[in-house]
């Protein structure tokens, strides 16, 4: 119904339209007809062609000069201008007239061109501007789940933090729980063993040594855990030697070294940022590892190594060892994960744990590549100084 009124509405303007040129025409025909001044009055027609830009049809102004100029002719055969003045005045009046109908035309065709351009551009720039505040709507919107996003994130990082320091109060204060009954335990079976390991039988000996040992080894476990709880706490990071850091360790394990007849070659190490205490907590876990699994009747020999990129440093701890299997890479990080019989090979399996956490803890990460029975590399990403 809308549809049928506007082209109602478009045939009752186009139709006054045409009127009017119509009308304008025919007064300055009938003017014509009756002036002797043809340049003058033919020139008028020029309001015609001017007046037919708003004529619907892409060849309106041709149409209206066709006719303009066919009713110049007529007029000047009608009032006889050729006939009764034999001066080339005349007949270069009916040709100026025309030339005037003409360029008014070409002018015409020039400015529709012209406005047809800046429409063009126009719309464009209207569509490129509906795009754009499209486009500016949909990164609103974005915004905004990204700010809900971050809102999110910044309260869910508050309540992992106060969890954290929860699960730190509580295995530190579990730790220190659990230490005074094995303390106790310990001392009792001390005691029952110094004033009455002799009168027990083979057997009963072979019970009290057993929890003699898991006395000892729940100890050490529950020192580790805590010990692991309290890295990263009031730490704080400077710049580290590593390649000093380093030959102080190799001192430290001096007299280890020449137990088994083993070796560390180390090679040069950069200077990077971190906490110090944490750090040779770190490599002397990786070197004491390459020492501890070492293949039977083989002098270990453990390197490290490191290379800079532009992000971090790249460290490297081989050894030639035992290895590991390529489906134990990621359980030997956690914590009280073991590979082998502690009969075989003592130890919490806290060592790699401690490890994990310290390169965490410095932005970094620690992966292994290993095959069993060539040896192991652990390699673990730590910060450069820029």
């Known amino acids: ?6 082209q109602s509405m478009m045939l009752f303007q186009n139709a006054v339209l045409i009127f009017m040129a119509v009308l304008i025409t025919s007064v300055i025909f009938a003017v014509d007809l009756n002036t002797d001044s043809t340049v003058a009055v033919a020139s008028m027609y020029a309001i015609v062609i001017l007046y037919s830009w708003l004529l619907p ?17 007529i007029s000047v055969v009608q009032t006889q201008q050729m006939s009764t003045n034999q001066s080339n005045l005349s007949g270069m009046n009916m040709v100026i007239s025309l ?16 406005f047809s351009s800046l429409e063009g551009i126009n719309n464009q720039l209207s569509d490129s501007s509906a795009a754009l505040f499209e486009k500016v709507k949909e990164l609103d919107i974005q915004q905004q789940k ?19 320091r929860e699960l730190e109060r509580f295995t530190s204060i579990a730790s220190h729980d659990l230490q005074e009954p094995l303390r106790t335990i310990g001392n009792m079976t001390h005691l029952i063993s110094k004033k009455h390991y002799t009168k027990f039988d083979e057997q009963g000996k072979k019970m009290l040594d057993y ?11 529950i020192k580790g855990l805590l010990e692991f709880s309290r890295i990263g706490n009031k730490r704080e990071t400077q710049q580290v030697d590593c390649q000093e850091l380093l030959n102080n360790i190799v001192l430290d394990f001096d007299s280890a070294l020449k137990s ?54 790249e460290f490297c701890v081989k050894d030639n060892g035992i290895g590991i299997d390529e489906v134990d890479y990621e359980k030997i990080f956690f ?23 310290i390169v965490e803890q410095h932005g970094g990460k620690i992966w292994i590549t290993s095959k069993k029975g060539v040896g192991s590399s652990f390699h673990f990403t730590l910060e450069k100084i820029t």
């Open 1 to 6: 119904m809308m549809v049928t009124q506007r």
């Open 57 to 73: 049809g892409k060849y309106a102004s041709i149409y209206a000069a066709a006719i303009c100029s066919l009713l110049t002719i």
């Open 99 to 114: 030339v005037v109908i003409w360029t008014c035309v070409t002018l015409v065709f020039i400015a529709k061109s012209s």
């Open 146 to 164: 990204l700010s809900e996003n971050k809102i999110q994130l910044e309260n869910l990082n508050e309540d992992l933090l106060l969890k954290n």
């Open 211 to 221: 929890v003699t040992t898991a006395t000892k080894r729940m100890t050490v476990m």
């Open 260 to 313: 088994v007849n083993g070796k560390i070659s180390i090679k040069d190490l950069p200077h990077i940022r971190g906490n110090p205490v944490e750090l040779r907590m770190l490599f002397q876990n990786l070197i004491s590892n390459g020492l501890k699994f070492k293949k039977p009747d083989t002098s270990p020999l453990i390197e490290v190594s490191a290379i800079e990129n532009k992000v971090n440093v």
């Open 335 to 357: 914590i009280f994960q073991r590979l082998n019989p502690t009969e075989e090979y003592e130890g919490t399996g806290l060592g790699l744990a401690y490890c994990r956490k």
